[in-house]
Every structure is written in structure tokens, then in C-alpha cells.
T-cell receptor, first 113, second 115 residues
Framework: GDSVTQMEGPVTLSEEAFLTINCTYT??????LFWYVQYPGEGLQLLLK?????DKGSNKGFEATYRKETTSFHLEKGSVQVSDSAVYFC????????????FGTGTRLQVFP | DARVTQTPRDKVTEMGQEVTMRCQPI?????VFWYRQTMKQGLELLAY????????DSGMPKDRFSAEMPDATLATLKIQPSEPRDSAVYFC?????????????FGEGSRLTVL
């Protein structure tokens, strides 16, 4: 079935370190891909998205490239801040007529000064 | 600032009691989703509506859960009777269909504890 697999957390980094959170997917057709972020005590917020192969989504210094050949959508940031500490969710929307998002299990990022 | 509003923010109840959670989606959004978040299962889709019509509630235990949209400004999720395993954070999200499908706006959640 269609699914999203994320790396286990927590990911613990020092401020200004490089971040990668891996995400791979299994889906029929050509899904749209998303990264959502959840800060403590809040709901999820859309961080970035990509709707077709080779698209790069970017926002707030984060970026992810839709790689069809490796079925991946890894999240990266060149220099993390303490304020980036949150849970990050990779998600996909199947290409046929649906509004449903399938979420991964989330990866907790902890950034220390 | 448009946002999804959920009530209550926190609810503690006894097993067997009825629980109703309410959601006001962002004005103009035509899709509404209910998700449940637990440490064990992560985010689970319970139900979703498009233009107030229920499209998918396959993730919802039908014997005790029900979801409705009495009008475009209100979505409800009801649990009757509640059980300790229902303890979780319940999120409502709304969005626009079409090209923006997949861009969901989440409320802050309703934390439910069933004793």
C-alpha cells in the first residue's frame, strides 16, 4: 500500500550544524510530497511541498527535492537554529482524486546551543 | 489571521462518558479532516469531508465514533462511550481543494484523557 517512511528520531544537533531528515515513499502513480512541522503544543504547519519529479520545495532555509528515481524527499537545512527544534512530518498525497494526506511517523529534531 | 479553532483544548473524562470535540474551519475552506495523534500510532486520519459531505471515515471506529458537519462553520467529532484507549490529541485541519490540495491548516488540537 501507499506509505511514507521517515528516519527514527530524535535527531540531536548543535546550533549551526547541517540537517538531513530522510524520507522515502511508496506510492502508485505520481504523488505530491510535503513536509510539515509541529512545534511543541501546536498543530502541524506546512513547511514546503513539491508536486512533480525534480521539483525542489524550499522555505525558511529548509529544502527538499522530489527524487522519483530513489522515491525520496529528504529534508535539508544548512545551518539549524535552536528555534528549529520540533517534530517534522513527511507526507504524500496520491495523484488521483483525493484530498487525503498520508503522513510518516514524524522525526523529532532537538537543536542545542 | 485566519486559523482553525478547536474546542476544548483539554478534556479529562471518565470511561463511558460521551465526548464531543468541535472545530471551526477557516472560512472558505471546503475540506475538513479529523486526525488522531498518539505516540504509538502517530497521525491517523479518522474522517474527512469535502463541501460538508463525508468522503472517508474508514479510519474511525464506527461503533463509538461519529463525525459530522452540521454547517460550513462547524465540524464535530463525538465519542460515545469513551474508553481509555481513546486518550490522544485530536486535530482538526481544513484546506482548499484543487491545486492547493495537500496544504492543510491544523488547529492546536484537543487533548483527551479518558480515565
Amino acid at each position: 500500500g501507499d506509505s511514507v517512511t521517515q528516519m527514527e528520531g530524535p535527531v540531536t544537533l548543535s546550533e549551526e550544524a547541517f540537517l538531513t531528515i530522510n524520507c522515502t515513499y511508496t506510492a502508485t502513480g505520481y504523488p505530491s510530497l510535503f513536509w510539515y512541522v509541529q512545534y511543541p503544543g501546536e498543530g502541524l504547519q506546512l513547511l514546503l511541498k513539491a508536486t512533480k519529479a525534480d521539483d525542489k520545495g524550499s522555505n525558511k532555509g529548509f529544502e527538499a527535492t522530489y527524487r522519483k528515481e530513489t522515491t525520496s524527499f529528504h529534508l535539508e537545512k544548512g545551518s539549524v537554529q535552536v528555534s528549529d527544534s520540533a517534530v517534522y512530518f513527511c507526507a504524500l498525497r496520491l495523484s488521483y482524486n483525493t484530498d487525503k494526506l498520508i503522513f510518516g511517523t514524524g522525526t523529532r529534531l532537538q537543536v542545542f546551543p | 489571521d485566519a486559523r482553525v479553532t478547536q474546542t476544548p483544548r483539554d478534556k479529562v473524562t471518565e470511561m463511558g462518558q460521551e465526548v464531543t470535540m468541535r472545530c471551526q474551519p477557516i472560512l472558505g475552506h471546503n475540506t475538513v479532516f479529523w486526525y488522531r495523534q498518539t505516540m504509538k500510532q502517530g497521525l491517523e486520519l479518522l474522517a474527512y469531508f469535502r463541501n460538508r459531505a463525508p468522503l472517508d471515515d474508514s479510519g474511525m471506529p464506527k461503533d463509538r465514533f461519529s463525525a459530522e458537519m452540521p454547517d460550513a462553520t462547524l465540524a464535530t467529532l463525538k465519542i460515545q462511550p469513551s474508553e481509555p484507549r481513546d486518550s490522544a490529541v485530536y486535530f482538526c485541519a481544513s484546506g482548499l481543494g484543487g491545486v492547493n490540495t495537500g496544504e492543510l491548516f491544523f488547529g492546536e488540537g484537543s487533548r483527551l484523557t479518558v480515565l
